[in-house]
């Protein structure tokens, strides 16, 4: 279920994105970046789990949502470890996002309140 969230969420943002990405070119690069951040921090997530977890990343994914053939313990176990690369990923977002919004946008830093 989370799994297919978290496809549902992406495929949502993704499709919203390129209609802006469209029309405005500088988008197109905010994409990049976020898509690269994304997937640098899912890939570091995964690099950075438990080292007692020994399974690829297809089979914790498998184990995660099949409680009935594994067990609740294992299920709920490969959930934690799928959380790793989920919160970096996120982190990535993040950050890229914010770093896309400066680039964009560089004199928005000099702006004055008053």
């Not at 500088?26 to 997530?45: H, R």
């Not at 994914?61 to 609740?72: C, F, I, K, M």
């Not at 996120?90 to 770093?99: A, K, N, Q, T, Y």
């Amino acid at each position: 279920m989370l799994v297919f969230c978290i496809v549902m969420v992406t495929v949502v943002l993704v499709a919203s994105s390129v209609v802006h990405a469209v029309l405005n070119r500088k988008a197109l690069l905010a994409i990049a970046l976020i898509s690269a951040c994304t997937l640098a921090g899912g890939l570091v997530g995964w690099w950075i789990r438990p080292s007692q977890w020994r399974l690829s990343f297809r089979d914790t994914v498998r184990l995660s949502v099949n409680a009935r053939q594994y067990g609740h313990a294992l299920e709920s176990q490969a959930e934690r470890v799928l959380l790793y690369p989920l919160d970096c990923a996120f982190l990535g977002v993040i950050v890229s996002s914010v770093s896309a919004l400066v680039l964009a946008n560089p004199r928005s830093s000099h702006r004055t309140l008053g």
